[in-house]
């Protein structure tokens, strides 16, 4: 297990920048609360990882693969784990995550798998240009090219998160079309949170004293 030295950043978990991608305060409940619920579609993905996420590999005709492999970036203080590493035998790298639902080109899945091949090119010691998302629900391997917008994406996404965490303090709620789809909606309470500030101010001119009234003699 790695330790964190004095001058590296606080590590943050490669599954929290697609968490934050999609939601920032879906982020903050599962960081700062270790609150977690399942639903049918977290099922099914916890589902299609079981053989993913069994250690080791396998050897096919110039292709070695590698499943749940460790990575990490001392700079940008990431961990986590890539769900299959493809390492081809002219040199190329490409990890491979594993999603249960549809792609979404440009979603946080592309910034999940991004940050991975920042990890294995410093673990590997090599440059990677391209990385793959797989959806099982159209089963197919969907591109994700590595570019300098990418790997911004990854550095602005991993300080995000890092700020969330030194904070210590819940973003506020989406309550967009996001939420239908998330299933920690019930434990958020996004629709109610999101008029806070309504609420506030209605409390507020509620119990606001009135002027005081000059009474004649």
Known sequence: MRRVGPQEPWPVPLSALEH???????????????????????????????RVHDPGHEQRPRVRTLRALPVWHDQLGLTGVCDVVEVHAEGTVVPVEHKSGAYTPGGPADVQVG?????????????????AVYTMADRRRHTVAVDAALRERVRATAEAVRAVMAQGRLPAPAADQRCRRCSMNTGCMPKVLAKTRRYERLLADLYTPAPETEWDD
């Not at 305060?25 to 916890?46: C, P, Y």
């Open 20 to 50: 934050y991608a999609y939601c920032p305060r879906q982020a903050g409940l599962i960081l700062l609360e270790d609150a977690f619920a399942e639903d049918a579609a977290t099922v099914r993905g916890t589902l299609a990882h079981h």
């Open 115 to 131: 940050a991975q091949a920042m990890c294995l090119e410093q673990r590997m010691d090599t440059t990677i240009t391209s990385a």
